[in-house]
């Protein structure tokens, strides 16, 4: 469990990123989930909760995502079950449990940057931009292959622009961290392939874009795993998350294909 010497919920970003800046061991708060099983030593809580960033707002344009915004946000929101083949909701839902996803926030799963996020491999596909306080908005892809800084992630922001997603992973168990996961998305002719979970965080495969491109759905796995590193861990080896990337990212294409058709 993690402890705190001091708890404060800021009155505005502004005093939340001072609260920041003021010591190395003050910590921004999302829901805790992953926080709470750590012994790390806080000097300052400081809790975003009362800064209206729990919301998902919407326009012709695009789709914003606060950085307080939940997981079960994400799954049952009405217009994200539409978007881009529902790919968001899908890509959370097998997520720990209900209880969790309550309590999980869009911002924390984001800035973790962590190797087994579904969210982000999804995010990444569908050409994602990220609001930050003081570094303003960036392209998610931009933003995941930058070190950690002092400043606060507020939110999410999607552009309404047609495009449609699918999304695979396998699991060793229906709850479990993926083994692999991979989130494909088209927009025209130009195709984005995500592959998450290899253990390493997400990153996208241009040559299996290329592919897709082409019309070789069956190459575009294969040009994923020569393009990718992956690496090894109890949950599978580097050989193993090879081979799965070849299967999933073909069976992802034609499920998005699938998708259009029926439409």
């Known amino acids: 469990m993690f402890t705190a010497k001091t708890y404060q919920f800021p009155e505005s970003l502004d005093k939340a990123y001072e609260l920041l800046q003021q010591s190395r061991t003050n910590t921004i708060l999302g829901g805790c989930g992953w926080l709470k099983m750590t012994q790390k030593r806080i000097g300052t809580a ?30 049952t929101h009405p217009a994200l079950r539409q978007l881009f083949g529902g790919v968001l909701p899908e890509s959370v839902r097998r997520i720990v449990g209900v209880q969790f996803r309550n309590c999980a926030t869009v911002g924390a799963s984001v800035w973790m940057r962590a190797g087994y996020s579904d969210l982000l491999t999804a995010l990444l596909a569908l050409d994602a931009r990220v609001t930050l306080y003081q ?19 507020t939110g999410i922001l999607l552009r309404k622009d047609g495009r449609q997603a699918a999304y695979q992973s396998l699991r060793q168990s229906a709850t479990d961290f993926p083994v692999l996961a991979v989130c ?27 592919q897709l491109k082409a019309g070789l759905l069956e190459k575009a796995g294969f040009a994923a795993a020569q393009e990718l590193q992956f690496g090894s861990n109890l949950r599978g080896s580097a050989q193993y998350r090879a081979l799965l990337a070849k299967v999933l990212a073909e069976r992802a294409a034609r499920q998005l294909l699938e998708k259009e058709a029926a439409e």
């Open 135 to 153: 570094g303003g908005e960036q392209s998610l892809a931009q933003f995941i292959e930058q070190p950690y800084t002092r400043d606060i992630l």
């Open 46 to 75: 400081i809790d975003l909760s009362r800064l209206g960033l729990d919301r998902i707002e919407e326009d012709a344009q695009e789709i914003r995502i606060g950085a307080m915004v939940t997981l079960r946000q994400l799954e």
């Open 184 to 210: 494909v998305s088209r927009l025209g002719e130009e195709w984005r392939v995500s592959i998450g979970a290899r253990p390493m965080r997400a990153a996208l495969s241009q040559s299996a874009a290329a």
